[in-house]
């Protein structure tokens, strides 16, 4: 069997391009002892993906030149040599950008097409539904009647925090991109407000939509947008550094929020996390999820592109605003 | 009866100079119903104070141009028309830079001279003293066999947060400018290893002092050694903001930490604090400081400095690393 594989050829300085990756046919490797061989039918594109491309330390190790890209992605079991698993079974995890992944059978969790399509498992139900839940209810503490701000609120973290906070009773502020990413998000989403980055100055906008401050700031993207939020924070308000997808291509650009010690006026605190951490604690933001797509208040928005060899064009529509809710290629 | 006060008479720009203020004689007030006349024993001089010289929101209202400078200080009860005191209580309050104040009594705590005298009541038993425990073990949520850095570690606040924290079963790191500080800070204070800013770039060195990484960082002065311990965090740290005194005088200058996102990478918080806040808590604090006092595993260290006149060029002292421990000006 042939297998098409996205490699990575070398490290990109600023924006990945065609450059960046080897895409080619190679022999499909055969499943040794423990291992698994996956049809590999949908796959997730991550803002943390160019983080993982460069060298250094981070919270997971850089990905090697010349290996397959890693990514979370969703499939069929072709072939099975571990008993948790037999053909036929549809499974989700790190399988990388690639047609057919052969993995160990540990690494998988089952997920269950009566439920959700593959891309669904990849988005609302998966990783970044997951990222959502915890970063708003654990890290952020949201509470009933509490002001919540999100930004990328078009994007497949933020659209499903908007509707989190709106569900779990919050007031909710979202900062996206454009006319129609702002109408998704408080027409579909249900945000009280969407502020357009790309129409004005954020932060009159912003100090205009929350009179009483805000209470959880969840930031997806840093920069101005977060000196912003940063200048309108509550008593007592919490920071949820979810990532920082504006500095994600030019890592000299970042700079920290030149108001931090705005966090000592208010008392507030902003904080980091890794949703990994939160692994046995999965299936209780799931059951969550679940119940809000089944109420109708919770709506999975995702985005589809076709082609594994589309892989590096549709890779950088989340550095440039290009899509809107959860980026999946079906390779 | 003539007092002498410290008054505002300009905003600053940059260090504050003889022309921030106007020191002068006038007659002192009489106190009315529920005032106290307290003829002032020693002012604490605090690097807050830069902060409440410039206009603009804060934690607390700026000190209005004309007003007597506003400053806690400790005294000892002239007269009194408010049950609570009489003549010769000894006192501490918001008194201001003054060698008389009229206050009001409820406004007023008492303290008492046979515990320590006047300089130690604005020291680890007052402000400085309740910052550092509430910053450590409340906000900093310290725990026995973790490592604690602390800069400005032969200040007040700093000063007995290494105490504290090596009181509490915790690695200390103290960084400090100069030999003769950071001998203060590891021979006096017990702290484990103390970095010396002045001699060289502060992030090597403070690498090879925390091989285990940065659980508890209290932060006083912000700027590349906040940078610094950022890029040095343990898993789940703990960034206390308790102030920022290297841009205290040019507050355009302040920059948020660059590498912010190692919060995320490390799951950690950055937190900042008022210790106002915790008033209701301070006899929890001051019983700990107490009982370290008495058993010698704290020492108070003051700086004191006489003659009201010399307030401005005292104050400054804060502001060059001029003062070594609790700086107390004697009127």
Redesign the interface.
């Given at each position: 069997m042939t297998n098409r594989t996205v490699r990575l050829a070398r490290r990109p300085t600023g924006l990945p391009g065609p450059e960046t990756w080897t895409i080619a046919d190679e022999p499909a490797r055969e499943p040794a002892e423990g291992e698994v061989l996956v049809e590999v039918k949908a796959i997730s594109l991550d803002p943390a993906m160019r983080g993982w491309l460069d060298e250094g330390?981070?919270?997971i190790p850089p990905v090697a030149l010349g290996d397959v890209m890693r990514a979370n992605a969703a499939g069929v079991v072709l072939a099975s040599r571990d008993p948790r698993w037999k053909p036929g079974d549809t499974v989700m995890g790190g399988m990388g950008v690639q047609r057919l992944a052969c993995v160990r059978g540990r690494d998988l969790e089952p997920i269950d097409l009566a439920v959700a399509p593959f891309e669904r498992w990849l988005g609302v139900l998966g990783m970044p539904g997951m990222t959502a839940w915890f970063g708003l209810f654990d890290v952020g503490a949201a509470q009933p009647g509490e002001t919540v701000v999100v930004s990328a609120a078009a994007g497949a973290v933020g659209g499903l925090v908007v509707q989190l906070a709106k569900r779990h009773g919050c007031r909710v502020v979202g900062i996206a991109g454009g006319p129609e990413k702002c109408r998704l998000v408080t027409e579909r989403f249900g945000a009280d407000v969407c502020i357009d980055y790309k129409a004005g100055p954020v932060r009159p906008a912003l100090a205009a939509a929350v009179p009483e401050g805000i209470h959880v700031y969840f930031d997806n993207v840093?920069g101005e947008i977060l000196?912003a939020a940063m200048s309108l924070l509550a008593r007592r308000a919490r920071v949820v550094?979810?990532?920082?997808i504006s500095?994600y291509n030019d890592f000299a650009s970042?700079?920290?929020?030149?108001?931090?010690?705005?966090?000592?006026?208010?008392?507030?605190?902003?904080?980091?996390?890794?949703v990994w951490?939160y692994a046995a604690r999965y299936a209780e933001a799931r059951a969550d999820i679940m119940a809000g797509l089944a109420d109708g208040s919770i709506v999975a928005v995702e985005d589809v592109r076709h082609g594994l060899d589309r892989f590096p064009e549709v890779l950088t529509l989340l550095y440039t605003g290009g899509n809107t809710g959860k980026l999946v290629l079906v390779p």
């Open positions: 330390k981070s919270y840093g000196e550094i979810c990532g920082a500095g970042i700079r920290g929020p030149r108001n931090y010690l705005n966090l000592l006026v208010q008392r507030a605190r902003m904080e980091g996390f890794v951490d």
